[in-house]
């Protein structure tokens, strides 16, 4: 059963910061693309971040405009994606998903989510 189960939320003053972690399991993801979305109340889920393989062992990042400068996302080699997220904002606060997708950007498999709460 393929599953990926984030960490790491919780609450934080503006400024602070804050690492994520995704960690999968079931399957290996090595050439998956994997990212974080994130969703507010009464808002639709958006795009944060993704790491997707780009050959030759590297692996390409993209980011949100809203968080680039802020956000890095980067992966190991144990199937698990990190979200490091640091000038925290109250407008980060959002229940934050991990995913994974075999083509990107499809995405196959879906975390439960972690919330994230920024105070001002």
């Known amino acids: 059963q393929v599953q990926l189960v984030e960490s790491g939320g919780g609450l934080v003053q503006a400024g602070g910061s804050l690492r994520l972690s995704c960690a999968g399991s079931?399957?290996?993801?090595?050439?998956?693309?994997m990212g974080w979305f994130r969703q507010a109340p009464g808002k639709e889920r958006e795009f944060v971040a993704s790491?997707?393989?780009?050959?030759?062992?590297?692996?390409?990042a993209e980011s949100a405009d809203s968080v680039k400068g802020r956000f890095n996302i980067y992966r190991d080699a144990k199937n698990t994606v990190y979200l490091q997220m640091n000038s925290l904002k109250p407008e980060d606060t959002a229940v934050y998903y991990c995913?994974?997708?075999?083509?990107?950007?499809?995405?196959?498999?879906w975390g439960q989510g972690t919330q994230v709460t920024v105070s001002s």
């Open positions: 995913a994974a997708g075999l083509l990107f950007p499809t995405w196959d498999y």
């Open positions: 079931g399957r290996a993801f090595t050439t998956y693309a």
């Open positions: 790491t997707r393989w780009s050959g030759n062992n590297a692996y390409r």
